[in-house]
Every structure is written in C-alpha cells, then in structure tokens.
DNA sequence: ATATTGATTGTTTAA
DNA sequence: TTAAACAATCAATAT
C-alpha cells in the first residue's frame, strides 16, 4: 500500500525530542557481509504466504510478551529490543518452574493453535496445487468467519493438580545411543 | 522507503 | 545428535 505522502504522522525531525536510553543503539555492528545466515530467511524468493503461520512462541516468548509490556512501562524511555531482551532472559532464569509453568501452559497451548493453523494451511496448499498458494480462504480483511469457533474453555480454576513435576530427581533416561 | 539488525531463550527442523 | 534458524519487538541503521 502507499503510505500516502501526505503528513500522517508526524516523525522524523523530532529524533532528538526523545533522549535513547539506551546507548547501544547507536552502533551496531559492522555492515555484516550479505546473506548471515540462510539469506536472511528469504532474501530472495520470498514466498510470502499470508496464511502461513510462524512458529508457535515458546514459554520464554510467552513471558516476553508479558514481560515487555511491564518493563516498558517501568522504562517508557528505553526502547531498545536488546534491553527487553536482557532483562527478560534474565529475569526468566530468576523464575522457577512453578512460576514459569503458567507461561508453559500457555505456549503449549499455542503451540496446537499453531498445529491447527499449519494443518489449515497444508490443506490449502493441497488444494491449490497447481494454483498459488491461497487460493480462496483469506481474501476480505473484514471478517474471515472460518466457522470454526470451538475449544479454547478457560478452565483457570485449577481444580485438580495433575502431575505435579516436582524437580525431585528424576534420572531415568539419558539420551545415548 | 524497505530490509535488516540487535538480544533474549525455547522450539523446531535439517543434515 | 548437533547446530543453526527462527519466533516477537521497535527503533535505528544500511542499502
């Protein structure tokens, strides 16, 4: 889409309104050579599927997610990813189990939505085959009533404890060949 | 203007 | 099994 030309929002000439905490992002490595690391992902034939989902976000990310809306409201002035990043690795290591095991049970539970999207998404491509990718769904941004609206029953009250994974010991098996 | 980088850890896939 | 990419984020830098 054209961002228009006109003056949406204004920015630019105001960099210096806002001091950066964070002094970091001033200086980023050297121009690194081209293609880091797989091309940068799609540096080129960039399939771009618009149905294809990401990967499903881990525990850590989960937590981030939480995690980032806290610390930038203790810290509106740092706006740096690497700062939010450090801090919440940090903190998440501090967590225990028990405290990460909310954000656990979140992130699986994405992770079958992610399940679920990818299935979705295979059987379009089956579908279309010798067509592009997407081929019917997905087409008004308006309301793409899939009709499948199940699952997802927030049972937060815990009312039972299933296995509990107390970090006793467990040493059964170690992975070997 | 667009793409990429930075930084964290966890998951996931490729070889 | 090992290793590396990628998941989100947002401003800044690079091209």
């Given amino acids: ?41 799609k540096e080129k034939k960039a399939k771009k599927d618009p149905n294809k989902p990401k990967r499903a976000p881990s525990a850590f990310f989960v937590f981030l997610e939480d995690f980032r809306v806290t610390f930038k409201k203790e810290n509106p002035n740092v706006k740096a990813v690497s700062a939010v990043g450090k801090a919440g690795g940090q903190k998440w290591k501090s967590m225990s189990q028990a405290e990460k095991a909310p954000y656990e049970e979140k992130a699986a539970r994405r992770k079958a939505e992610y399940e679920k999207q990818m299935d979705a998404y295979n059987k379009n491509m089956e579908e279309g085959s010798d067509e592009s990718e997407k081929s019917r769904s997905e087409v008004n941004d308006e309301d793409e009533a899939s009709g499948e609206e199940e699952l997802l029953e927030k049972e937060a009250a815990g009312d039972d404890e299933e296995e509990e994974e107390d970090d006793d010991d467990d040493d059964d098996d170690e992975e070997e060949d």
């Fill in 1 to 41: 889409m054209k961002t228009a030309k006109g003056k949406d929002k204004v920015k630019t000439t105001k960099e210096a309104l806002k001091p950066v905490d964070d002094r970091k992002v001033g200086k980023r490595k050297a121009p690194a050579e081209k293609a880091t690391k797989r091309e940068t992902r």
